[in-house]
């Protein structure tokens, strides 16, 4: 495996972890403002109680972790290897 493979290898690992942040950042906002618009309406009750559940409002958060956990791997791996291979 040449050098270039590791660098690409951690820098796909930082991307997706970028990438992650990014996501669950996202989610905070767009929770927030989901839920300030819902407290200028007249029914409070969504509001207050968050029922029914929204499951596309946890989207961003899923797909957030998910981008971090593989960030995480992919930039261990690229690490180790880079490591291994050139130290």
């Not at 990438?19 to 200028?40: D, H, I, M, P, Q």
């Not at 499951?55 to 690229?78: D, K, M, P, S, Y």
Request: charged share 15%.
């Amino acid at each position: 495996m040449t050098l270039a493979a590791c660098q690409a290898i951690l820098a796909m690992g930082i991307f997706f972890i970028a990438l992650g942040v990014t996501f669950l950042l996202w989610n905070r906002k767009e929770l927030k403002t989901y839920y300030n618009s819902k407290s200028a309406q007249r029914d409070l009750k969504e509001f207050l109680t968050h029922e029914p559940e929204r499951t596309w409002l946890n989207a961003w958060q899923i797909g957030g972790r998910v981008a971090l956990l593989l960030g995480i791997l992919l930039a261990l791996a690229g690490g180790v290897l880079w490591l291994v291979l050139y130290s």
